[in-house]
């Protein structure tokens, strides 16, 4: 199988330009790092999953914050932000004669997008965050850290964002963001999966979602295999940081490396859900074929799993040392387990009956009742 984790997760220090006012245009106070300054932060984005985690956070430091995008997503969501009504393809003109001290742009998959807005900022705000993902990466065979191989496209005109696609334009976005505004004044912040309380996937959900049920339960591969995730909030506040404190630099942000293995996430799963499962463990072999015929069309059979044994191996762990340096902080995933369960409380049903990632009943039944047969 070719399948890179990019597919299933859908997600060089260039040219620096001169950091002074005469060449960028840009004011003293802009300039300064500004401490515990109140900051003025624009967001490319802002109301989808992870957007609004960043901006109430941002608010709650202090901060002023501005949203730019189309109106079409939660355009409710912050009644008392300015938000500037624009498309990211060409419809930049409400940016125009503006300045911020920061921009966080989280809406960027598109090289010819993201190097438009950076172009354009560069003489507006002394300091461009993007929100990339790991699966920039080339390989997900041994461990991954900033400096690790990124995936290309043949074509890097091309503009359609596919599984295929994802990851080589968003590390496009990235080299387009250091050409434009220089890799002193950028961050680059490399997620794994983004879990918990907004998730609109439902692939780290599905698994208390799923243990509330109880009754037997698939667990793929051996209760030793490790998973990474990152919980909104810890991203969130991280981004946060990092714009206050100008970080510079690229950085993946993750649960440390071989940290928490799918049985902690069994155990944390019952421990928040009050229920114990009866768990069966089926090989890679069995998870991996029921996943390709699943007839769920979602983000995944058993999402957040990768195989770590066998042909199909992708047992890389993402090394994210140097955000945590750089002041990142893990919650427990217990926590981000317990949390979501309560948010999904709050959910409509419409909603809740619609899980985007994980088994039908139907086919966990049928997959069940192969199982214990092959057992015997
Ligand atoms: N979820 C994960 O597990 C994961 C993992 C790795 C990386 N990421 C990265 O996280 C980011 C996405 O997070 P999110 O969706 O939660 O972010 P968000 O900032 O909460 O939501 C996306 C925002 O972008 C706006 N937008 C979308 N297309 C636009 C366009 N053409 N022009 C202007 N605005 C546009 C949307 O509003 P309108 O629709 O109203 O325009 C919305 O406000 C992406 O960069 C993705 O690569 C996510």
Known sequence: MTTSRRDIIKAGALGAAALSSGVLGLSAPALANTGSRSLEILVLGGTGFIGPHMVREALRRGHSVTLFNRGRTNNTLFPDLETIKGDRDNGLDGLQGRQWDV?????????????DSAKLLAPKVSHYLFVSTVSVYASFTS????????????????????????????ALCEQAVTEEMGAERTTVLRPTYICGPGDRTDRFTWWPVRTARGGEMLWPGQPDDHIQIIDVRDFGNFTVDCVENRTAGTFNTATPERGYTMGELLADCQAVTATEVDDLWVDEAFALDASRNSPARNHGAFPVWHPQRGPDAMPA??????????????????????????????????????????LPADYEAELIARWKERQG
């Open 143 to 170: 461990d991954i850290e900033e400096d690790s191989p990124l995936a290309t496209i043949a074509d890097e005109t091309v503009e359609q964002v596919t599984n295929e696609t994802y990851g080589a334009l968003k």
């Open 103 to 115: 921009v966080i742009d989280n809406s960027g998959y598109v090289p010819r997008h993201v190097r």
């Open 317 to 358: 762990q993402v090394i994210s040392a140097a955000a945590r340096s750089a002041g990142m902080h893990n919650r427990p995933v217990r926590e981000t387990a317990r949390d979501l369960l309560t948010w999904w409380a709050t959910l409509p049903n419409e909603r809740t009956s619609k899980l985007q990632a994980g």
